[in-house]
């Protein structure tokens, strides 16, 4: 399948090493697939071992010159890449479409969201500041100062593959380290422009490099290589314990955005509309597939006949579709994998006593219907586990201490989302969620300007933000003495 694109010297199918686009040293190759129809994007070098240390090697020489630079230079490469990005939104958003099957319009917002983060860091990279700490003995001073941890080591899913991939190499790169990169096979294209278009800001070689395809062989590398000082990851739990465990060989530093079971709360004095609409951006937005999904919908019983009058108009209005086509707002989930999960989760509901109710014509393929969830229990598989499809299991509940105890009764602690208007409720409710992100009257929460991440086993650390460079710098003291000779 041919992209109709712009500019096709974007579609890169080799892996960025040292600044040149090079083949895997065994010449092997894996498929990248549209996960609408099964047809073949591309054919794309798979990077093993060799190459990652190759890339290790080539980010930590750059990392030489790239540190050295001042925060002014290396924020203006940033926003040059910013600027190219947003130039070639269109075939960024025609590739991410292809590979990962979201409507046009969120494969387009999901770019400018990532590019935000590229100009934030752009930005913040120019604040690192330090501290001086009054002299605790005679003829010395005391400064604290900032500097890169060094190469760093970025891993990404396939549910946001350009803006996760984006929210990791721009704080990276603004703090001076320098970072070797392994997208999701399943969408390697998008990472592979975003290299092109940081080469074309002038970012030097070696400061990005991008590997992909054979992932264990990769993973090995990047978490066993003492070069490597730190870790950044972004999927699921179970990855994300692995990589965590393989880095501590080495002690590296990690952060960890991983897997979330949202609840999403609505009260008796709740707006039902604004519920309603808030619901169908946290459940829906890329076909169910984020992390902070409202995974279980907890209604209070004085509204729940009102609300679920209301939710079903909602979710019959969703259209199901490739997501080139005009109008679409569910596009199929990522591969057979991932939707015959989501069939077996519905299935395992239903066979528990849930009432599924779903479109007539159920679609085939990985395409699966907005679907809902009536007379649910806890004991179903989708209130334990992260559905990652359009699955919205509702659950009624009478008392603000049982919805609460409820909500928290997951080893994850993502986000969490409630809707009501008491202003006492929303103070006790919101400090007694044990979760990273909550959002109140709103189904948004993502925003380069918020802290991004979780408690729990939902990892470590925050993207974005005023905090987001933290994780990408090392603290060092600095005593001098003999100051009064
Ligand atoms: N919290 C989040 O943002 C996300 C959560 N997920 C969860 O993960 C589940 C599976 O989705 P996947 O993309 O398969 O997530 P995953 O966690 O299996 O993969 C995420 C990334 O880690 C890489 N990876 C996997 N094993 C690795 C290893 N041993 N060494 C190095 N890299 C490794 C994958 O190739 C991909 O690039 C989803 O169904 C969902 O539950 C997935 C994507 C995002
Ligand atoms: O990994 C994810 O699902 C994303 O972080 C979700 S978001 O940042 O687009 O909200």
């Given at each position: ?82 600027d ?44 690192i ?12 001073r ?16 396939w ?39 940081a ?108 609300f ?16 080139t ?20 989760l ?13 479109a007539?014509?159920s ?7 907005p ?22 299991p ?19 602690g ?7 208007r ?37 990892g ?26």
């Open positions: 399948m041919s992209l109709d694109l712009k500019d096709n010297t974007l579609l890169k199918t080799h892996a960025l090493i040292d600044g040149q686009w090079v083949k895997s040293s065994d010449q092997t190759t894996f498929e990248v697939l549209n996960p609408s129809d099964g047809k073949i994007i591309a054919n794309v070098y798979s990077s093993g071992t060799l190459e990652t240390s190759n890339a290790i090697n080539s980010a930590e020489l750059a990392l030489k010159s790239w540190r050295k630079l001042t925060a002014k230079q290396r924020s203006s490469l940033l926003m040059k890449w910013y190219l990005i947003a130039e070639n939104i269109e075939d960024l958003t025609q590739i991410l479409t292809a590979e990962q099957g979201k409507p046009l319009a969120e494969a387009r917002g999901e770019i400018k969201y990532g590019a935000n983060y590229i100009k934030w860091f752009a930005e913040e990279a120019k604040r500041y330090g501290d001086t700490i009054p002299h605790t003995l005679p003829g010395t005391i400064l604290v100062t900032k500097q890169p941890i060094g190469v760093v080591a970025c891993i990404t899913p549910n946001f593959p350009n803006a996760m991939l984006a929210r990791k190499i721009a704080p990276a790169l603004a703090a001076g380290n320098t970072v070797v990169c392994k997208p999701a096979n399943e969408t390697p294209l998008s990472a592979l422009a975003l290299g092109e278009l080469h074309r800001a002038g970012i030097p070689a070696g400061v990005i490099n991008i590997v992909c395809g054979k992932t264990t062989e990769i993973g090995e590398e990047l978490t066993s290589n003492p070069i490597v000082r730190k870790l950044t990851f972004t999927g699921s739990t179970a990855v994300g314990k692995k990589l965590t465990a393989d880095s501590a060989r080495t002690m590296k530093r990690t952060s960890m955005e991983l897997g979330g079971n949202a609840p999403f709360i609505i009260f008796n004095d709740a707006d039902v509309n604004d519920a309603i609409a808030g619901l169908m951006i946290s459940k829906f937005r890329n076909a169910g597939q984020t992390c902070v999904c409202a995974n279980r919908i907890f209604v209070q019983s004085g509204i729940y006949d009102q679920v009058k209301a939710v079903k108009i909602a979710i019959s209005k969703l259209k199901v579709g490739d997501g086509e005009a109008g679409t707002q569910i596009g199929p989930l990522i591969n057979e994998r991932a939707s015959k999960n989501v069939r077996a519905i299935l395992d509901a239903h066979k528990k006593g849930a009432d599924v109710l779903t007539e014509e679609p085939t393929g990985n395409f699966i219907a679907t809902l969830l009536l007379n649910t229990s806890d004991d179903m598989r989708v209130f334990k586990e992260e559905i990652f499809g359009p699955v919205a509702i659950i009624k509940f009478e008392t603000e201490e049982e919805v609460i105890r409820a909500a928290n009764n997951t080893p994850v993502l986000a969490a989302y409630f809707y009501a008491d202003i006492g409720l929303i103070w006790r409710v919101s400090e007694a969620l044990d979760f990273g992100m909550v959002g109140v009257n709103t189904g948004t929460i993502s925003d380069e300007m918020i802290p991004f991440g979780g408690m729990k086993e939902s470590q650390g925050r993207e974005g933000s005023r905090y987001g460079l933290d994780d990408y710098l090392e603290m060092k003291s600095l005593t001098i003495g003999g100051i009064d000779k």
